[in-house]
């Protein structure tokens, strides 16, 4: 698996250093979509990867990740540095100027420690390579949102850099997934339940006066779907007696009359 | 939006209660990919999304995930209840037994506290479909790994009928993405670096001597694809002067030679 | 116990926005005093009820809160809206801006995500109603310091509207306590050591220059209060040996002289 | 406000020790209701609060807390003590085990470390002394319990001691709060909303089958008290134009026909 | 261990309260090297400590800043104070305007709670005396960068003394653990493989252009040290069989040829 | 700085799966002391470092630490492989075996998260040196505790490798703290209170009639140290006028009598 990061990837040059984008720009180092989090997200599945050619997929990104998050902490800390010194600058990031001396550390923009619970890890691959792909378009989003708070063309580019890998690192996931060969609705091993897994709950209502909508689309219509009006089936509670009938799960809409169900056409 | 829930969707029965198993429950209850989160992650997003018909949607799937909160809280608190008053069980979840009298509590199987940090909520409709896709996968598999553990007829009738209906979100939340009509690698507004965005980085080797691979498949061959061997750009380093010079972003690659870049047959 | 939010019951009207305010209005949505928290508190006491009565209280107040969440979402959504797009209005909370896209998370002003840790649950129905009452007492201090710090009427008035209710809440859940019959101070099944329980340890002095007092009340002296001096009895060590002799808990006070014991008037 | 613990206030014998017990202990080490809780909570709202005398008590309980604190460390530390040779006691708490040496932190029986997350600190007396009664009842629940899975006697006494003092601090907090003379429902300034505050929100119905039920008490009926069954009022969603009308806050009900309107008897 | 806290060491004087400043000075009242992470990793270790001698030091200190703690939170509070009534003010940390009235909490300069995984406690009285000293520079540190950005004299006087105070312990617990008469690279009692323990391995290259070096020093030339490049040993996977041959620890760079070993001169 | 993992350098041998060892092994994975909190403190502080030399050393060591994640990640992978299929093992870590299927993630032996609250991270070289020796004292401490409780040969092997590399590392950094040549208490640029700076407060007295000592050594008696008697200055509070006068800092002892200060001689 031996990973290499022989050199790191690209040249960082900052004009003018800004302390509060600096801070803005933990998001993408200790935050919850950031850089450690990708590294980490992906070397871990790949650790846990019994299927040796996604393992090396996941470890090569997890690996390319890993140099990002040296690239975006070092534009942080290029940013930041002037928190050092400076009182106002400061107050943009307090935690940072006087616990961390004004380098970067493992936070977001609000001075959040990085945590594992921002990562989704489940040991079933196609499992996480879907949790994968939403974690890129995410990382991918922030990247976009720093890029239009920002007038540094330096960091500009930096950030366009990596934006992109992002779009890279998705499209190749989603190859992996699609290379399995899966039926997308098929996950383990466990079939759902036939009939209760096409019926598409509508727990709210369309009376509002604003424009709220109880919308039909194809999340509910055509196909196989059945539209579920408020599902009413009761529940029972604990018997006094702790023992309990078990019976057949009773799927909704089962027992229900033609008013609730509605076949979509 | 006005949320509906008449009732419960589902009838729990347990036959015998069993501690250890209810402990595990918690998973689907207060832990990273449960009930709540689900609820929580998709009424959100709802709250936050201008697009009528699927904040509709979400809402009509956080809510349902709110009544499944409902349905795994009352199999867990069941299962959990001998804890109450034998020594034995107790020492199965001692923080339910002694700070919660054997009662749930928003807490996973290892006492951890559900935090926000699970939720993944981005303000951007697809990249929050995507999101959404993979949690129910996530969910989905945790599901049925409860009932591989599972012994006890009607826990495992419920804990199918949850399943199922995990199932039913992820076709829903997945035609709600497609009816976007957006290419699935187009996220946000900004394009990515063309050229750079079609490199796969192969930061590790295949020397390995039991098996490790240097793999190849369609996530990194075939179409556009070209691998790029160990990056080895240099990056610069801050300038002792505090001022660079601003310049295009050169993508890897870009002024490699054949050796490093290998195109795709 | 079948929950129903049927409609929201309150309109929401925000004159001008302003990103930080909306800011502070997030302490009542993601906070550790704010909507979700009561809501989760109530309704997961609720679940582990099993008087049917009380029950049924907590299930309804849990459920107001429920829409209280998105009373104060949509109100903190409609003020943090401009850090969409202007950079000094995503300075008033980057993480909101930047990871968040400008819509609501489930974090309270300074961007700590939501934690169970806030919910107190104990499964004694007595102690829950107590740790609810105060839950109230807070909400309720906290919208009125948010209303002190707000201009906009419509955002004001939607604050009064979830002030009120705190109050209404308060008033319900001291009803309930009351209800049970019980002597306030007899919590459980144990009674606490006669005698011991009477014993005001008075652990700080009044020899201070600038108005310390070491202060009789109410809570010290009068009925059966005896307050002692510095309790000054000595606590063994463990022994090198591992193994102690088990003797009676001496409480307190009891083997002290007449300087140390003063009986309160 | 010089604190004084001269001496530690009890003398700890324990038998024989045993892990999994000691494990149990450290809810009230390092737990949500535990020692340290109560000890920063009631010094923190001591040191911020300007009413001398009710500082004067904060501090003397916190004062004792923070010597219960010891007490209950070194009872979880003589239990806990196998852990440091033996496999099987290591299993019981594998962090205190191999972390921590067999020695005890400031952790739960679940190995989730400390958070000032549990405290309840408003800067507001009442809401404080509030807060504070409903904390002492907590932490006298769990010494019952803990005193219930135990059979040695010199833990027991020491278990029973410590319990004693909560209820003797649950009465003091209750004396000081009554002796500030305010009406139990007013907190802060800002009075409620006249008519709205005696309603209660009927929000769950009693149609289940097996015993719930849409109960009346003191809580909603009887008094001012008016049921308001299943609030429908309708809410505005933000306008278009991002701006909106401000009007007076119309309470729920206001509205609302007969039916939905019971004045109780 | 009988703390003894009979007033408090310090007057505090505060010229003109500063809410940013108070809001900086929260760092070492509830921050990661703050005063209570000071005063419970202390306490605990000396719970813990069976050396009678320097269990009185660890009691003696964690005592000292337990009182120090109460200092900051003084200092703190007066600066914070305008938070109460001003706007502005409440803008520097809404968490402490809002939730807080005002006064200070367990929280740092971000908002973040006081936690416990602040601590290091292992007890091992050396390995926790090396802890100790380390934390000591670390607040000495950050009391001089507050001091940096502070302009109140009566503030800077207070910091000072708090400042020098952590020299003092920093000299109490280096002299502790000399007197334990260790090898300063002695820790518990297993050995280090011989050999093995003196090969530094070289994992980053000198090939940068702007004055990145492969630095050589006393870290790893002179003495016993051996450089070690860039480690190539392999390692096995798990076999497919699930059972692989235990065979003795291959330190890293016994079988490699000469090239890679460099004995320093 | 270009970091260089060509290959793991250890090879991973398991004779027999053992979960709950497997368990405990997540101490060093994804624990306070463990491989990714040593890999973190040390790579950010070299991303923070302008000693180029130094730097080098931090990143090698950091980089180094990465290897041993993976390392120490696959041992325990391997050993909680059986939670995968086995209710039994599943119960020693439900978290890893219904959310993780069985594979490692960054949690402890006791489910928690990884933070970087673990992680020491000042910005002031030679006090992140001190850090790191203490960090790999504790992380030696923890491995030679692994070892006590291990009976797989192939598993203690790699654990006596891994707590090897701890010495190194703390050798390492050792000679990099000395050859900065400066004060071992000199920290920073502001000097210490002279005066103050070597008196030892005696905050705990030695009256016990079980072995307590009020204790002399090294760390408060010979050289300048002098002891002070339980400190009795008193502390002024905040004026009501809300004006202080500044005056200088008085340490304490200053103006104390004869039977408070003793010289030790």
């Known amino acids: 698996m031996y990973h290499h990061i022989k050199k790191l990837m690209y040249t960082v040059n900052v004009g003018s250093p800004e302390p509060r984008f600096g801070n803005m720009l933990l998001e993408q180092f200790g935050g919850a979509n950031g850089e450690l989090a990708a590294a980490m997200q992906y070397s871990i599945q790949g650790l846990n990867c019994d299927d040796l050619d996604r393992k090396d997929l996941l470890m090569d990104i997890g690996t390319e990740e890993l140099s990002h998050l040296e690239i975006v902490g070092t534009l942080a800390r290029m940013h930041l540095k002037p928190m050092k010194k400076h009182r106002e600058s400061a107050e943009a990031d307090p935690l940072i100027a006087i616990a961390g001396g004004g380098g970067v550390g493992l936070f977001n923009s609000m001075g959040d420690a990085w ?49 992109t890998r992002e779009i890279t690192h998705m499209k190749a996931f989603t190859a992996a997934l699609e290379s399995l060969g899966k039926d997308p609705f098929s996950i383990g091993n466990i079939p759902p339940t036939a009939g209760l897994v096409d019926e598409y709950f509508n727990d709210s209502t369309g009376a509002g006066d604003e424009g709220e909508r109880d919308a039909r689309g194809p999340w509910n219509e055509g196909g196989k779907w059945r539209v579920v009006e408020s599902p009413e089936l009761q529940r029972g509670v604990e018997g006094q007696s702790g023992k309990t009938t078990a019976r057949t799960a009773k799927p909704v809409g089962e027992d229900t009359g033609k008013t609730r169900v509605k076949k979509s056409a």
């Open 115 to 163: 945590t594992a619970d921002y990562l989704k890890i489940t040991g079933e691959l196609d499992v996480d390579l879907r949790s994968n792909i939403a974690a890129e378009a995410r990382a991918k989003i922030v990247y976009e949102r720093l890029i239009g708070f920002c007038d540094d063309p330096g960091t500009k580019d930096a950030l366009q850099f990596l934006m």
